[in-house]
């Protein structure tokens, strides 16, 4: 138990539909963010939220939208879908102070499969 | 254009040698580098970590060590023990006041060979 939470685990879903990934820490941390890890290529940034506030948004498509209700929950809405985005969507949160981002502590991810 | 270099896809080793993972970079602004390890089905986990100002870093069984001249580390496990058996990424950031950017490698897949 790492203290980051992601549902659901797995999900299909077709180009046209609609659905949400869900990520909770109960680690008191200021910070989230959404990562895309694709078969033998690193970890990709997507998302970063520090304080509520989205502070990084590395030229993602459009057909991912993430909200950041409360510093606790992190969201990753998808729509219209392509087989390309087929991967590991991982969320993780990490202690901030002052400016300085510490470690990450992951979910354990959703691997999202779009037909 | 990949700044985190992990080259090595797979490792084996015996239980109870030394594994060591190598991971090359190429920006010189990295400043604070950390090595995860991740277990399939889950996320990757904090294994240990280096800034910059230090050349070496050890915990138990783990030791970094950073050549900053070669823009190369490693992670070294000595003895090494079936358990240790999974995907290592390196990572690294650049500038600790802004620190919230953490460049991947690809992974090394370690398996322990009892």
């Known amino acids: 138990e790492t203290g980051v939470t992601q549902t659901p685990r797995h999900l299909v879903m077709g180009m046209t539909n609609k659905k949400s990934l869900k990520c909770e820490q109960h680690?008191?941390?200021?910070?989230m963010y959404w990562y895309k890890q694709s078969a033998k290529k690193p970890l990709e940034l997507m998302f970063v939220?520090?304080?509520?506030?989205?502070?990084e948004n590395n030229s993602v498509p459009s057909r991912f939208s993430p909200e950041c209700p409360n510093s606790s929950h992190l969201f990753l809405h998808l729509h219209t879908l392509q087989p390309e985005d087929s991967a590991l969507y991982l969320c993780?949160?990490?202690?901030?102070?002052?400016?300085?981002?510490?470690?990450?502590?992951f979910g354990s991810g959703t691997q999202l499969s779009v037909l | 254009d990949q700044q985190v270099k992990q080259n090595s896809p797979s490792l084996s080793v015996q239980e109870g040698r030394i594994s060591i993972l190598n991971c090359d970079y190429t920006?010189?602004?990295?400043?604070?580098f950390l090595w995860y390890k991740k277990y399939p089905a889950e996320g990757p986990t904090f294994l240990i970590s280096?800034?910059?100002?230090?050349d070496k870093n050890e915990d138990g069984r783990f030791t970094v060590f950073l050549n900053k001249s070669a823009k190369h580390l490693s992670l070294h496990i000595v003895p090494s023990q079936p358990g240790d058996s999974a995907v290592y990424f390196c990572?690294?950031?650049?500038?600790?006041?802004?620190?919230?950017?953490?460049?991947f490698g690809t992974g090394t897949s370690l398996t322990v060979i009892p």
């Open positions: 993780a949160s990490s202690p901030v102070k002052g400016t300085v981002h510490e470690k990450l502590f």
């Open positions: 680690l008191g941390h200021n910070a």
């Open positions: 939220y520090n304080f509520k506030e989205q502070t």
């Open positions: 920006n010189s602004m990295f400043d604070y």
């Open positions: 280096i800034s910059s100002i230090k």
């Open positions: 990572a690294a950031s650049a500038d600790w006041n802004t620190g919230n950017q953490f460049y």
